[in-house]
């Protein structure tokens, strides 16, 4: 059995910094990356940044390049997003997600086979 469950959102100020958890079990522990995905209202899942285990490679969206770092314990099967500086814009429902197959690119979310249940932040201004 295959399971994502994130965990750290909040409600914050503008500026402010949050960090989220995505720990994972069963086939999730083979995957190939783990990415983080967001989704604000009335608008598309967007990637955010991606952990492939592999190398240790992280990739980011542009528009969290420097805000959002990334990391990983493997012995705790847990992946963090530690972000900082927020912004209204950042308000969203945030999810993790594994890439078991090496098919599509990490920034695409139909590369990704597994998905937790989200996590909502937002900042205020």
């Known amino acids: 059995q295959a399971q994502l469950v994130e965990s750290g959102g909040g409600f914050v100020q503008a500026g402010g910094s949050l960090r989220l958890s995505c720990a994972g079990s069963?086939?999730?522990?083979?995957?190939?990356?783990i990415g983080w995905f967001r989704q604000a209202p009335w608008k598309e899942r967007e990637f955010v940044v991606a952990?492939?285990?592999?190398?240790?490679?992280?990739y980011y969206a542009d528009s969290v390049k420097g805000r959002f770092t990334i990391s990983r314990d493997r012995a705790k099967n847990t992946v963090y997003l530690q972000m900082d500086s927020l912004e209204p814009e950042d308000t969203a429902v945030y999810y993790c997600?594994?890439?078991?197959?090496?098919?599509?690119?990490?920034?695409?979310?139909?590369?990704?086979?597994?998905w937790g249940q989200g996590t909502q932040v937002t900042v205020s201004s």
């Open positions: 997600a594994a890439k078991i197959l090496n098919l599509y690119s990490v920034y695409d979310r139909r590369g990704y086979d597994y």
């Open positions: 069963g086939r999730t522990m083979s995957s190939v990356a």
């Open positions: 952990f492939r285990w592999n190398g240790g490679i992280a």
